[in-house]
């Protein structure tokens, strides 16, 4: 018997649900409120495409390895459309500095540590020619849907959707991949549904200018330098991208005012990467020009839903997946990763049963395993980068002893360890690709060792792990910016 599923949204998260979904069995229909993309090449997606849906369409993004191993296993020719659009995959070897380089030698899990990179436009084009192709799947383009189709009971059923038109299309099964705005939870609570959640500030706010290589030019070299930093009051990084693109993305402390009403100016934006040593060469306007103005991005909140508190099913023939179900910082590059996680668990979790409740219960436990200890390493790195933030703006502030003591541990032993052996790198990079526990590496004994003997060693023995000074203090990066880095400090104390 076929089953339709109605796909709310066609951005990564339903493209990645109909990617996980697509077969025989099924009729899949997504829907979506912007327009389709223009015709043409991924420079007329990135100038020409209204996606009103996806505030965050023109930052930076790139796909960690734990979703190109997805892309690579279920979906080869993806892949390699993706790479012939002009994605980028940058592996383990280029993420060496020139002292890990002296003495490496590839071993077969290298490969696995790959990271695809691009425009989001050039993505979300390629992916969705493909989504195109499959068997059973159809993308109706500028249909807004305005609410689900719910039977009462306990729990309630979702039949389907009314679309803007009044248009009612039923289905067996509604994914909600309409992202962070979605309307459908609360329509579910006030039907009866019990959805609980959580949520919290990011603590930031997110900006990103797109550059293009002059003619004949290449990237800079990767040098000592790193292109990605955090100055405590600033975190930057370098995306390389296609066809020549690249951008860089700067997340300033919600209370740096002054900072983030400035850094929208395309001018101040400039004079910030050429404080920075990173930065400089690839801003040099003899390598790049600046293409684009600042798209800055605010109201970043980290938000969990439990669609099974208690472990039963709060409704039936209703599945989340993306920001509609768990929404990341932007920060860590996750969120196209937790959706592609989550349409493959609710590909699987349909496969195990086919009970409503089940299906439901089945797919939250999945979820849960699979993203809750990403999620709760990213809010704990959240939650310290606000308390950093408070202490810059505050005078005299020292921290205690047991801070200072893990600031000095992360910084000359875990930071050092990471760039002096080769072998720890690749432990660590299983968490941050998403491959294993976040803090696994760490938990085994034998790296412990390794990173404490690091440390014992002292700077001086560990001289050449230690990148140059990355930026200027606050104090001179704003004077020189033409800010007062005085009057966020007297605006904190008066709070």
Not at 186 to 193: K, M, N, P, V
Request: overall charge positive; charged content about 25%.
């Amino acid at each position: 018997m076929s089953e339709r599923v109605l796909v709310i949204g066609a951005g990564i998260g339903g493209l990645c649900a109909a990617l996980a979904l697509a077969a025989p069995e099924r009729e899949l229909i997504l829907l979506e409120r912007d327009p389709p993309p223009p015709t043409g090449d991924a420079d007329a997606a990135f100038a020409d495409w209204s996606r009103r849906g996806v505030g965050h369409l023109r930052h930076s993004h790139a796909f960690l390895a734990r979703l190109r191993l997805i892309l690579r296993d279920e979906h080869p020719r993806l892949l390699a459309d993706l790479l012939e659009a002009g994605a980028r995959d940058l592996g383990f070897d280029q993420m060496l500095s020139d002292e890990l380089k002296k003495g490496y030698r590839p071993q077969p899990e290298d490969r696995d540590f790959v990271v695809l990179t691009s425009r989001r436009t050039t993505l979300e084009l390629v992916i969705r020619r493909y989504v195109e192709r499959l068997a059973n799947v159809k993308i109706r383009s500028e249909v807004f849907v305005t609410g689900l189709k719910i039977e009462p009971g306990a729990p309630p059923r979702v039949t389907g959707v009314t679309i803007e038109n009044g248009e009612e299309i039923l289905g067996d099964l509604v994914v909600d991949a309409a992202g962070r705005t979605t309307a459908a939870i609360d329509q579910l609570r006030e039907a009866g549904a019990a959805i609980t959640e959580e949520s919290e500030t990011a603590g930031i706010l997110y900006f990103t200018r797109h550059y293009r290589l002059n003619p004949s030019m290449t990237e800079p070299p990767r040098g000592k330098s790193p292109g990605t930093g955090d100055l405590g009051f600033l975190k930057y990084g370098v995306f390389p991208a296609d066809n020549g693109w690249f951008s860089i993305t700067m997340c300033v402390p919600e209370i740096e005012m002054e900072m983030r009403k400035a850094i929208v100016s395309p001018e101040t934006f400039n004079g910030i990467c050429l404080q920075i040593p990173g930065l400089v060469p690839w801003v040099d306007p003899a390598r790049a020009q600046g293409v684009s103005r600042v798209f800055g991005m605010g109201d970043l909140h980290s938000r969990w839903r439990d669609m099974t508190p208690g472990g039963a099913a709060t409704v039936l023939g209703y599945f989340p997946l993306g920001d509609s179900l768990v929404r990341t910082n932007p920060l860590y590059g996750r969120g196209c990763s937790f959706a592609a996680i989550s349409a493959y668990a609710l590909r699987d979790s349909l496969g195990q049963t086919a009970d409503p409740a089940a299906r439901l219960v089945v797919y939250q436990d999945r979820i849960n395993t699979s993203l809750k200890p990403y999620y709760q390493d990213m809010l704990n790195q959240d939650r310290q980068a606000i308390r950093l933030a408070r202490n810059t703006l505050t005078p005299g502030h020292r921290p205690k002893l047991k801070a200072r003591l893990m600031k000095r541990f992360l910084e000359d032993g875990v930071a050092v360890a990471i760039r002096s052996d080769v072998g720890l790198l690749r432990a660590a990079l299983r968490g941050f690709h998403m491959l294993e526990h976040p803090s696994a590496w760490l938990k085994r004994p034998a790296n412990m060792l390794r990173v404490l003997g690091y440390w014992a060693r002292g700077r001086r023995a560990n001289a050449a792990a230690y990148p140059p000074k990355l930026g200027p203090e606050r104090h001179e990066m704003m004077t020189r910016l033409g800010l007062s880095p005085q009057l966020d400090i007297d605006r904190l104390a008066a709070a």
